[in-house]
């Protein structure tokens, strides 16, 4: 079931505290960046990926996809000052190509290079008949609701799930749903929230604990064990 991927990859790894784009980390000898694609690059039922990038690292970029045989990336728009800004301009790249409002759609953290091709199936289905998913996995741990420092309340654990990405959309609807965000000044946390307010029920599809964001240099200790487990069992 093909879909179309979003990257914004314009970030600055402020909190890894990498003096650049964390994206061009190494993680076990591959840019981060470059392991996130190359799930995507390896999935036949991806027809195409799209990249919101910094213009000063444009180039840099261009170049690593070459020396890494990435060769889905059909457009690289230029990244704005918050994650939705750069979302929004790969949603208008994909439209202004001719893209369909009843595509599938999916936007994905490119630091995150352990998802599961399970889960992407499952999305694309899941858009295919209701419109809107997002990946996500129970709460291990119970969740407080804080406000000054003191606890508000203590949600059902069993009703809390950690999102993640990937997040699937029809073309039309998520494309709605950034320029209605737009007009009203509304940031969000994360794309379902913009569709959520259009009144649009979005499916959660169970993801795996292993599908970790890269954000902190623990996380790419973890992810370099993941790395070598993941060789071991192949």
């Not at 600055?12 to 990498?18: E, F, P, Q, V, Y």
């Not at 699937?168 to 794309?191: H, N, P, S, V, W």
Request: with cysteine.
């Amino acid at each position: 079931m093909d879909y179309t991927v979003m990257l914004p990859a314009a970030g600055s790894g402020r909190r890894m505290g990498a003096g650049e784009n964390k994206l061009f980390l190494p993680l076990a000898g591959k840019p981060i960046l470059v392991r996130t694609l190359s799930v995507f690059q390896n999935d036949p039922d991806c027809a195409g990926i799209i990249l919101a990038v910094r213009p000063d690292e444009r180039e840099r970029i261009r170049e690593m996809l070459a020396a890494h045989g990435i060769t889905k990336v059909t457009a690289m728009p230029a990244g704005g000052g918050e994650r939705q800004d750069s979302v929004r301009a790969c949603v208008r790249a994909f439209m202004e190509a001719g893209g369909k409002d009843d595509s599938v759609i999916m936007v994905h953290d490119a630091a995150r290079p352990f998802l599961s091709r399970r889960v992407i199936r499952e999305l694309a289905e899941t858009v295919r008949e209701h419109g809107a998913a997002i990946a996500a996995v129970p709460s291990k741990d119970t969740v407080k609701q804080v406000a000054d420092g003191i606890v508000e309340s203590t949600p059902d654990r069993s009703t809390v799930w950690l999102v993640q990405t990937p997040q699937a959309f029809r073309a039309g609807l998520l494309a709605e749903a950034e320029e209605k965000a737009l007009e009203e000044g509304f940031i969000g946390t994360d794309e379902s929230m913009l569709v959520e307010r259009l009144g649009h029920p979005v499916r959660v599809v169970g993801s795996t604990y292993d599908n970790l964001k890269m954000t902190t240099k623990v996380d790419l200790a973890i992810g370099e064990a993941l790395l070598k487990r993941q060789e071991e069992m192949e």
